[in-house]
Structures are given as structure tokens and as C-alpha cells.
């Protein structure tokens, strides 16, 4: 019960949510997930390329996707889906499977795939839907206002056509991530991701090929999403959600004190197993005892800069911060 949040107008049992991923494609692996404590899942992405190339696989067509699927299979190698048939048919079986919400989670490349996907997910039965909006910079005659500007449009109009709870996926790399927040406020989402994390290009230096190496988040990522968190809370409706670098109790519960409604954890469950959640929630649990809080609710968002009565609280740059306090080694 003292674990007990809402997320996106659902109860959950706790915070501990598993983001998207290829164990979240599998049945057996989201019963271990439920069992070890997840109060929800997402799972993987649903991305349009897939669909694509799966229709097109043996028709001539296909090269027209060569580029971008090169980049989704660069962003997320190992995602199982192709079809949206069998996508949809999952989710079902997830639903059947699993006391937990169920989100899904959608890629897709023109503003009519977005609506048309988001609708077969609605139907099939998805509690919520997590809009993977990533998005690499690699044009550069392309504005930021430019992209940002097709983003919103793509959320506002998935907002009016379904009734399902909607989240943004984030990727950790806008100008200013407040600001684009503030305008998907506007539209009415409901809950804000932070942040997505990219598998991203290496060099073989021996083979002097370009490699795409499948890389594990480290414990020490979760900063920039636990900041923004701090500069968020309080000011948005939408439940803000920690993800990236979440390996111990202790950084969930920073991100807690930030602000956040729930978190969000990959990169830990493949490192160890399942049941590593199990201890997770135990220590988070033991954390709260210790202090006296009876509920979630008592401590979300204590450390966030609405809260601090520091004014530079999250804003101070942190090599001024040093300088101050006289830190420098
Ligand atoms: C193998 C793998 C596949 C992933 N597939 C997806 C995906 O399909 N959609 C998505 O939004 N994120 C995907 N992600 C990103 C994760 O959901 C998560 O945001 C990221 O790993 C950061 O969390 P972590 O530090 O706990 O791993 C994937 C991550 C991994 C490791």
C-alpha cells in the first residue's frame, strides 16, 4: 500500500515500471517481470519500419526504407515485432497474461501511420500508449522549431483522436526540453518519459568499420532526467517518469525526491534478472521505514526546486557550483 502511486490516471502498486524492450515481447519473461514486482510494463515499440519492410520483404520496394532501417535497427537492434498483425495480437496476449497495465509503446514515420497504429492499439486493448518520438538530428537544412513543430502536431492530433492515456518518450537531447514540455502541457498529455537512451555508432578500429554494439545503460546516467524532473515538478500535470541508469535503490529514490511519479527500468533487469526488482522494492520499502514516510506521497518531489528554498536549486552550472564551494580537486 505505501508503495501505491498513479501513473497517467492508474493506480499502480508501486513505481517500478519496465520500459520498452525485447523482454517485454515475451510472455514468460513479463510473467517473471509481474512476479518479481512490476506494477506495469511497456511493451516494445511498434515501429512503421518494421511494418514495411515485412510487407515489402520481398518486393523491390523495400530499398525505399534502407535508410530508415538502418537507423531504427542502429536505435534498437534487438526489437522483435514486424508485423503490426502480430504486434496487436501480443498485446492481447499480454492483457490476457497480466494483472498489470499494459502500455504500448509506437514509432511511426507520417502523421496518418501515428493515427492509424494508435488506433489498432486503442481497440486492442492497451491501457496506455508511449509515443517513442526519437528523433536523431542529421539534417542539417532541418530547424529544431521545424521538428519540434511536427512532433506536437503528431501528439495533438493522436490526443484528440484516442481516449487511451497518452506519455511521450523523450530523448534527452532538445535545446530546451521545459519549454517543449510546456507546449505538450498545452495539449494534455499525460505523462513525460525522461529519457529515452540511443544505441549509437562505434568504431572498429582493427576493422575500420563503423559497429553498433548493444550496450547496457551505466548507474551513473540517471542525473540528467533527475534534474529535469527537479526543474519540472509541480509545474506540469502530466506524471513525470524516470528512466536511463536506474540500477539501485538509491538513485530511484533520488529521482523520487525529484519529483517523479514512477521509473522506469531496462538496462538492470537484463543485467542481473527479475528478481533483482524484488530487492529493489525491499530497499526502497526498508528507505522509507527508516525515514518514517508512510507513502510515496510524502517525500515525492521534497528535493525539487519548487520545494528547495534554494534558489539556484538545479540551475546552478555545476563547474560554478564547484568554484563556489571551493570543491576543485
Ligand atoms: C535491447 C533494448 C531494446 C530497446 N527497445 C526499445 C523500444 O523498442 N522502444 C523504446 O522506446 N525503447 C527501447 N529501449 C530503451 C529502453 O526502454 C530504455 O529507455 C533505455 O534502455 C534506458 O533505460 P535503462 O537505463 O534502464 O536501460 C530498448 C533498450 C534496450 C536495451
Not at 262 to 270: K, W
Not at 286 to 294: A, L, S
Amino acid at each position: 500500500m505505501k508503495l501505491e502511486t498513479t501513473l497517467m490516471g492508474l493506480s499502480l502498486k508501486n513505481p517500478f515500471v519496465i520500459g520498452a524492450n525485447p523482454w517485454t515481447g515475451k510472455i514468460s519473461k513479463l510473467k517473471e517481470l509481474e512476479a518479481a514486482g512490476a506494477s506495469a510494463i511497456v511493451l516494445p515499440s511498434l515501429f512503421e519500419e518494421k511494418i514495411h519492410l515485412e510487407k515489402f520483404q520481398y518486393h523491390e520496394s523495400m530499398h525505399a526504407f534502407d535508410d530508415l532501417h538502418a537507423e531504427m535497427v542502429t536505435q534498437h537492434p534487438d526489437t522483435e515485432y514486424a508485423g503490426a498483425e502480430i504486434y496487436l495480437h501480443f498485446l492481447k496476449q499480454a492483457k490476457t497474461a497480466l494483472n498489470i497495465p499494459v502500455f504500448a509503446s509506437l514509432n511511426a514515420l507520417t502523421l496518418d501511420a501515428w493515427i492509424h497504429y494508435a488506433k489498432k492499439i486503442e481497440e486492442a486493448g492497451a491501457d496506455g500508449l508511449e509515443l517513442n518520438l526519437y528523433h536523431t538530428a542529421k539534417d542539417p537544412k532541418r530547424s529544431s522549431q521545424d521538428i519540434e513543430q511536427e512532433q506536437l502536431q503528431i501528439v495533438q492530433q493522436l490526443h484528440s483522436e484516442i481516449k487511451i492515456p497518452i506519455s511521450v518518450k523523450l530523448s534527452p537531447f532538445y535545446t530546451n526540453t521545459l519549454h517543449f514540455i510546456q507546449r505538450l502541457e498545452k495539449i494534455g498529455v499525460d505523462g513525460y518519459v525522461l529519457f529515452n537512451r540511443f544505441f549509437e555508432e562505434e568504431i572498429d578500429t582493427d576493422r575500420e568499420v563503423l559497429t553498433f554494439p548493444l550496450r547496457f545503460s551505466h548507474g551513473t546516467e540517471y542525473t540528467h532526467a533527475m534534474k529535469t524532473i527537479g526543474l519540472l515538478y509541480g509545474s506540469v500535470k502530466g506524471n513525470l517518469v524516470a528512466a536511463s541508469g536506474l540500477h539501485t535503490s538509491e538513485s530511484i529514490i533520488q529521482v523520487l525526491l525529484a519529483g517523479a511519479s514512477a521509473v522506469q527500468l531496462v538496462s538492470l533487469v537484463h543485467k542481473k534478472s527479475p528478481k533483482a526488482l524484488e530487492t529493489l522494492i525491499e530497499e526502497v520499502s526498508q528507505w522509507m521505514d527508516r525515514k518514517g514516510y508512510g507513502s510515496l506521497e510524502a517525500f515525492r518531489g521534497k528535493l525539487s526546486k519548487q520545494n528547495l528554498r534554494d534558489p539556484y536549486a538545479f540551475e546552478r552550472e555545476q563547474y560554478i557550483d564547484l568554484l563556489l564551494k571551493g570543491k576543485i580537486l
